[in-house]
C-alpha cells in the first residue's frame, strides 16, 4: 500500500482527507499546532496547551463512526458562559492531554474513538506561537501574521520547536508528500518552519505534491496565481521544489466569481501554466470543483482520485 504525508490544517486539508480515506492508501497527516482564534486560542491560553482546533477538524474528517456522534462532537456550545463557542471536540481533546500526558498520545486515542483510517499527528506537543519577522516590527499569532504578510520577510516559532519523532520516520517511509489547500503562510508554512521536517524533506526520494487552493486569501495572497504560490513554497522548502501541482482548470459560475470578489475580497486563483512548468512542476488540472452551500470546496472524491491514480503511475 503507497504511503502519503500531507501537510496542514483547517477546513481545505479535512475535506481533502475525507475524500482520500475512501482510498487503499495510507494516510499520515501532519497538523500545525500554532493557531491562536477562536475556542481554539481561549483553550490554549487558559490550559496552557497546543492549539486543538484543526487536530479535531481533521480528526473528524477522517472519521468512521455514525453521523449522530459526529454531530456531538462538532456540537459547539451556544449559551453565554465560558463554555460559549466551544465545540465538544476540542474540549475532550485538551481533557485527553491531561489524561494522555501529552497532544500526541491525546490524539492516537481519540482516532481510536473515532475508528480513523491513517495516523493523524501534531506537527509538535509544545504550546507554540508563530512569529512573522518585519523590517520593522514582529507580529505575534496567526490572526496577527495573517494580517501583515505584506509587511513581514520571515516567519519563524516564538522558540526552537522539537518535532514529533514519528512524523521524521513517517517523512522517510512516504511514497508521496503532499502540502495540502489551506492558508499558505498560517497552515503550511509552520511546517517547513521546522528545521527537523526541512531535514527530512531534503533526504526523501518522494515527490513533493502541492494542492492549489482555489481562492485567494484576503491579507495572505491577494493577487497570487497558482506559480506564486508554488514559488513561496520553493522558498521554505530550500533543498527541494514541489514536483507537482494539482490545481482546478474547470469553469466557475460567474455569478459566484462575482459574489466572491465583492462580498469577500477573494479571488479564483489563477493557473498560469507556462509560470508553474517554467518552476519545474509538473501540472494535473482538471474541475476539482464542487459548490456546498454556495462555497466553493475542492471535490473531495476527484482530489482523492487524480492523487490516487498519480500515485498509482509512479511506478510505470
Do not use: W
Not at 2 to 25: A, E, N, Q, R, Y
Not at 125 to 132: A, C, N, Q, S, T
Not at 149 to 168: Q, S
Amino acid at each position: 500500500m503507497k504511503k502519503i504525508v500531507i501537510f496542514g490544517g483547517g477546513t481545505g486539508l479535512s475535506c481533502v482527507l475525507s475524500g482520500l480515506k475512501l482510498f487503499p492508501i495510507d494516510v499520515t497527516a501532519v497538523i500545525a499546532v500554532s493557531d491562536d482564534g477562536s475556542s481554539t486560542g481561549k483553550l490554549k491560553e487558559e490550559l496552557d496547551i497546543p492549539a486543538v482546533g484543526d487536530l479535531g477538524k481533521v480528526l473528524l474528517s477522517m472519521a468512521n463512526v455514525d453521523d449522530d456522534f459526529l454531530d456531538l462532537l462538532r456540537y459547539r456550545f451556544k449559551k453565554s458562559g465560558s463554555l460559549y463557542n466551544h465545540p465538544v471536540r476540542n474540549i475532550i481533546l485538551a481533557a485527553l492531554i491531561d489524561l494522555k500526558g501529552n497532544l500526541t498520545e491525546a490524539t492516537r486515542y481519540m482516532s481510536e474513538i473515532l475508528n480513523v483510517k491513517g495516523t493523524v499527528l501534531p506537527l509538535t506537543e509544545e504550546k507554540v506561537e508563530l512569529i512573522g519577522h518585519g523590517s520593522k516590527d514582529n507580529y505575534v499569532g496567526e490572526l496577527s501574521v495573517s494580517h501583515n504578510i505584506k509587511d513581514i520577510e520571515y516567519l519563524t516559532y516564538d522558540h526552537p520547536i522539537k518535532v514529533t519523532p514519528e512524523i521524521i520516520e513517517k517523512i522517510g517511509d512516504a511514497d508521496l508528500i503532499i502540502f495540502s489547500p489551506g492558508s499558505l503562510y498560517t497552515s503550511i508554512l509552520p511546517h517547513l518552519i521546522a528545521p527537523e521536517v526541512r531535514d527530512a524533506l531534503s533526504g526523501t526520494k518522494a515527490p513533493i505534491m502541492y494542492l492549489s487552493n482555489i481562492v485567494t486569501q484576503p491579507g495572505e495572497t491577494d493577487g497570487y496565481s497558482v506559480s506564486d504560490h508554488i514559488k513561496v513554497l520553493n522558498a521554505y522548502l530550500k533543498d527541494r521544489k514541489v514536483d507537482v501541482v494539482i490545481a482546478n482548470s474547470g469553469e466557475i459560475d460567474p455569478d459566484i466569481v462575482d459574489s466572491y470578489r465583492t462580498k469577500e475580497n477573494k479571488y479564483m486563483v489563477d493557473l498560469d501554466k507556462y509560470a508553474v512548468k517554467e518552476q519545474g512542476a509538473r501540472i494535473i488540472s482538471d474541475n476539482v470543483i464542487r459548490i456546498e452551500n454556495n462555497t466553493l470546496v475542492h471535490d473531495e472524491i476527484k482530489t482523492a482520485y487524480l492523487i490516487f491514480s498519480y500515485l498509482m503511475k509512479m511506478d510505470q
